[in-house]
């Protein structure tokens, strides 16, 4: 037996064989090899180096990377061999020989338009059984608080098409449940985790998203990217245009309420945490411009009206005031009390 290796490198043909069976039927161009060779082995060939005073030649764990990328380009000569950025990492214990696969997740950009309220941007663990699901009455066992999410929606069918584990939704911020999003749509990065396929048509991947729940999620601009993006995405801050509708108890004249809504183009605001938000939000207050407002529309006691504003503007507080917390608001100028009756996101200001 090698005092060096203790014969590690007869067991390379078995090594590699054990990795093409793990990745059978996973598509992948590029691999990095991650090799965990016993402290002993280590220690044993520190001190033959140092004996023998060979501390020039190659080193036991160098060596035997090499052996096994050597084999596995002998059964795959298309793979390359990276270190960064891999389709697929393979980990090799020396000692036991288990081989451990992570297949990297891929990413793909996009644009979201959400065209029906009650649909949340993720997935909402069930209140009652926090996601587990197990025997809950409240989510028949889904683990979740609604059935639908634009994240399954879209992430459903990549998963049907690419083999993959599940899915992660990173968008460019978020609408409330009750809000549609029009327009080009939202920006979002789709990361799909453990897939067996890596590359796809993305032009039919999105008419198969599209067909999906027409009336309620549809996509665009679809296109490959990479783990940056994700940041990128999540911390972008663009102006976004909206339109409001709301209603007030008593009618006012029209010119009265036109102008005093225009009178808020242009204002900075200053919005506390809404109560809405604040079990999740950090308590401050927010300075926000409303860069313009415009087609003012007053049917009785019913009022509409369009914004452009900056990233992070709470527009519902915006029109009823959250009781103060917002200054000024269109409650704070009309001189009426203002239920919000929906909003729709018209566009985000991105790329």
Not at 242 to 268: C, H, M, Q, W
Request: proline residues 4%.
């Amino acid at each position: 037996m090698c005092p060096l290796c203790e014969n590690l490198f007869d067991d390379v043909g078995n090594i590699v064989e054990r990795i093409i069976e793990t990745l059978e039927n996973t598509q992948f161009r590029s691999m990095q090899l991650g090799i965990h060779i016993p402290k002993d082995l280590l220690q044993s060939e520190d001190a033959i180096r140092t004996k023998h005073g060979a501390r020039g030649s190659r080193p036991l764990k160098a060596s035997f990377a090499m052996a096994l990328q050597a084999e596995m380009l002998r059964k795959i000569p298309e793979i390359a061999f990276v270190k960064e950025y891999p389709d697929v990492m393979v980990t090799v214990d020396a000692l036991t020989l288990r081989v451990d696969t992570d297949i990297r997740p891929v990413f793909i950009y996009g644009r979201y338009e959400k065209l029906a309220r009650g649909i949340p941007q993720t997935r909402w663990p069930c209140r009652s059984c926090r996601g587990r699901g197990d025997g809950c009455e409240s989510c028949e066992g889904t683990g979740l608080q609604y059935r639908e999410s634009v994240q399954d929606i879209i992430g459903d069918p990549v998963k049907a098409q690419m083999g993959a584990f599940d899915t992660s939704f990173h968008g460019m911020g978020r609408e409330d449940i009750d809000v549609r999003c029009l327009g080009s749509g939202r920006p979002f990065v789709l990361e799909i985790k453990n897939p067996k396929i890596r590359e796809t048509d993305l032009v039919d991947l999105e008419s198969k998203i599209n067909s999906n729940n027409p009336g309620k999620v549809k996509v665009n601009s679809l296109k490959w990217c990479h783990k940056k993006d994700v940041s990128r995405v999540k911390e972008t801050r663009s102006e976004k245009s909206y339109t409001i509708r709301f209603k007030i108890e008593d009618a006012l004249p029209e010119d009265k309420i036109i102008e005093s809504i225009n009178s808020l183009s242009g204002v900075v605001l200053e919005q506390q945490t809404p109560k809405r938000v604040s079990h999740r939000r950090a308590a401050k207050t927010r300075k926000r411009k409303i860069v313009s407002i415009s087609d003012v529309i007053v049917d009785n006691q019913e009022i509409q009206f369009s914004l452009r504003c900056e990233a992070g503007t709470y527009v519902k507080e915006l029109v009823h005031s959250d009781e103060g917390r917002t200054v000024p608001s269109v409650k704070s100028v009309i001189d009426r009390e203002c239920e919000v009756l929906w909003l729709d996101v018209n566009e985000i200001h991105a790329d």
